[in-house]
T-cell receptor, first 117, second 114 residues
Framework: AQKVTQAQTEISVVEKEDVTLDCVYETRDTTYYLFWYKQPPSGELVFLIRRNSFDEQNEISGRYSWNFQKSTSSFNFTITASQVVDSAVYFCALSEGAKRGAQKLVFGQGTRLTINP | DAGVIQSPRHEVTEMGQEVTLRCKPISGHNSLFWYRQTMMRGLELLIYFNNNVPIDDSGMPEDRFSAKMPNASFSTLKIQPSEPRDSAVYFC???FGTGGNGYTFGSGTRLTVV
């Protein structure tokens, strides 16, 4: 069965520090998709990134970067030069894609990130 | 595109009452998911539909919960009778095809049962 583990329950850093959120996943499928979502205090779930299992290239989007390593089943998320607006709960999620039709998206427990001014 | 639309945004009800949450998925999406978020259990998948057919309802907590998808543009999640422990934020999401196409979430319904 698919599983996502975010071992860091809460992280607190000072503004401008870099911070990495860890995500470890389990799946038996060779085809799967990994996601990161942001949940700000307003409560909505904001999509950040999707990565398929065949693409291990790291991705950078502004201050955000993602490191996907199949060898360690990890998909870590780094925020560079953090800002107060980055304060939110961040979720890593996994869906298995080998079967026909849509597959359920399973979430990790989330990491609450607080950026202090 | 209006996105996934959930109603109501907030619901306060008394224990024992019936509660119905509604969801309109994105037009053209063929899968719909209901999630529940609580502090203790995080984001749990309750049930999901593919082409209006329930595929996996193993996350539905008990018989008090039921979900329907009568057509491609509407789904309901009903709790009858409601209990205080059902208080949570309920999210609906829709997608097209496999997980590779992504999932779009609604704004959620915050349910409080007193």
């Amino acid at each position: 069965a698919q599983k996502v583990t975010q071992a860091q329950t809460e992280i607190s850093v000072v503004e401008k520090e870099d911070v990495t959120l860890d995500c470890v996943y389990e799946t038996r499928d060779t085809t799967y998709y990994l996601f990161w979502y942001k949940q700000p205090p307003s409560g909505e779930l904001v999509f950040l990134i999707r990565r398929n299992s065949f693409d291990e290239q790291n991705e950078i989007s502004g201050r955000y970067s993602w490191n996907f390593q199949k060898s360690t089943s990890s998909f870590n998320f780094t925020i560079t030069a953090s800002q107060v607006v980055d304060s939110a709960v961040y979720f890593c999620a996994l869906s298995e894609g080998a079967k026909r039709g849509a597959q359920k998206l399973v979430f990790g427990q989330g990491t609450r990130l607080t950026i202090n001014p | 595109d209006a996105g996934v639309i959930q109603s109501p945004r907030h619901e306060v009800t008394e224990m024992g009452q019936e509660v119905t949450l509604r969801c309109k998925p994105i037009s053209g999406h063929n899968s719909l998911f209901w999630y529940r978020q609580t502090m203790m259990r995080g984001l749990e998948l309750l049930i999901y539909f593919n082409n209006n057919v329930p595929i996996d309802d193993s996350g539905m907590p008990e018989d008090r919960f039921s979900a329907k998808m009568p057509n491609a543009s509407f789904s309901t999640l009903k709790i009858q009778p409601s209990e205080p422990r059902d208080s949570a934020v309920y999210f609906c999401a829709s997608s097209f095809g496999t997980g590779g196409n992504g999932y779009t979430f609604g704004s959620g319904t915050r349910l409080t049962v007193v």
